[in-house]
T-cell receptor, first 118, second 113 residues
Framework: GAVVSQHPSRVICKSGTSVKIECRSL??????MFWYRQFPKQSLMLMATSNEGSKATYEQGVEKDKFLINHASLTLSTLTVTSAHPEDSSFYICSAFSFRDRERETQYFGPGTRLLVL | GENVEQHPSTLSVQEGDSAVIKCTYS??????FPWYKQELGKRPQLIID?????GEKKDQRIAVTLNKTAKHFSLHITETQPEDSAVYFC????????????FGGGTRVLVKP
């Protein structure tokens, strides 16, 4: 199956700093990448849809100026949490949609990034 | 938008018994329904999926059924094993709406040896 990586796997930062998370599709081209947030013992909540070469589409209630998404190539999308606060502490997971698997509509998930803001 | 409800939130079964998780969705345009298994701190793993033109799909001990009219789908795990213990999520998406997945709330399954 397709492989998606995320970096870093975990990060601890001070309140007010910015954190960048990378999501890479290692062996396929991802025309679309999705960013999810998962709080402890809760479900995955879609934050935004990232399409290569265009602006991200944010879900209702997600601040686009706080969660900056860049999808510069078909294999890389980045999520930057700007001016992070303790309430932003969460598990951030990306998924990549493979154009080759379009008929199956399969999304491949990255391993996630655990963010802790002190 | 789509809304997916999942029940039960927790499920405890004896090893060897069957486990059934049910989901309902609200958007009749949804046409793809995957199920994911997530272990603590790990990524969701696709275990089975079904498209709207199929009523049932089976893969070894796992099966999924879909009732489009009633807008609900279910996951069935037979002959459960301790390694089946995890959180299971159902999801729904509409290919014409960008393939965004809407997840159910999750079911924590515990298989007791």
């Amino acid at each position: 199956g397709a492989v998606v990586s995320q970096h870093p796997s975990r990060v601890i930062c001070k309140s007010g700093t910015s954190v960048k998370i990378e999501c890479r599709s290692l062996d396929f081209q991802a025309t679309t990448m999705f960013w999810y947030r998962q709080f402890p013992k809760q479900s995955l909540m879609l934050m935004a849809t990232s399409n290569e070469g265009s602006k991200a589409t944010y879900e209702q209630g997600v601040e686009k100026d706080k969660f900056l998404i860049n999808h510069a190539s078909l294999t890389l999308s980045t999520l930057t949490v700007t001016s992070a606060h303790p309430e932003d502490s969460s598990f951030y997971i990306c998924s990549a949609f493979s154009f080759r698997d379009r008929e199956r509509e399969t999304q491949y998930f990255g391993p996630g990034t655990r963010l802790l803001v002190l | 938008g789509e809304n997916v409800e999942q029940h039960p939130s927790t499920l405890s079964v004896q090893e060897g018994d069957s486990a059934v998780i049910k989901c309902t969705y609200s958007d009749s345009a949804s046409n793809y329904f995957p199920w994911y298994k997530q272990e603590l701190g790990k990524r969701p793993q696709l275990i089975i999926d079904i498209r709207s033109n199929v009523g049932e799909k089976k893969d070894q001990r796992i099966a999924v059924t879909l009732n489009k009219t009633a807008k609900h789908f279910s996951l069935h795990i037979t002959e459960t094993q301790p390694e089946d213990s995890a959180v299971y999520f159902c999801a729904a998406s509409n290919g014409a709406a960008g393939n965004k997945l809407t997840f159910g709330g999750g079911t924590r399954v515990l298989v007791k040896p």
